[in-house]
């Protein structure tokens, strides 16, 4: 554990911890949520002018336990960007995202020009080497 009134940045600390806390309780359900953000505006408020640099790291250390259940109780915000996977297709000399791209009313696709009577060859031996590999061949699967 850190003493963060050695390293100066002790108010710091607590106002970042006071943001979070109130921050983390404001995504609650409606009436945990503000009966949350009350008991902390109250407990910082009852705390303010505590100035024994003991006292205060354990005020901090208890604020943080709350603050990791908090973040337990709270539902995962999905940040700009993150966890969303996007594909592109370079058409015309320039890349475009797949998603936006339309081709006759349709979400574009690539065509590969194999079609059901149109078997890719390089998927028939594909899909014999597997049966071979999965010991499906002989004479037993081909009778």
Do not use: C
Request: aromatic letters at 8%.
């Amino acid at each position: 554990m850190t003493n963060t009134i050695i390293n100066g940045n002790q108010p710091f600390v607590v106002i970042r911890l006071y943001r979070s806390l109130l921050r983390l309780a404001s995504m609650l359900p409606s009436p945990k949520s503000t009966e949350s953000i009350t008991k902390i505006k109250s407990s910082f408020h009852e705390n303010k002018k505590e100035t024994d640099p003991i006292k205060i790291e354990q005020l901090i250390t208890e604020g943080k336990k709350r603050e990791g259940f908090l973040r337990m109780m709270t539902p995962r915000i999905k940040e700009h960007g993150a966890d969303v996977h996007r594909s592109y297709v370079f058409i015309d000399g320039k890349v475009v995202e797949k998603t936006k791209l339309t081709q006759k009313g349709t979400l574009y696709r690539v065509d590969t020009g194999w079609r059901a009577g149109n078997v890719d060859p390089d998927q028939i031996d594909r899909h014999k080497a597997l049966l071979e590999r999965q010991h499906f061949g002989g004479s037993f699967w081909r009778d």
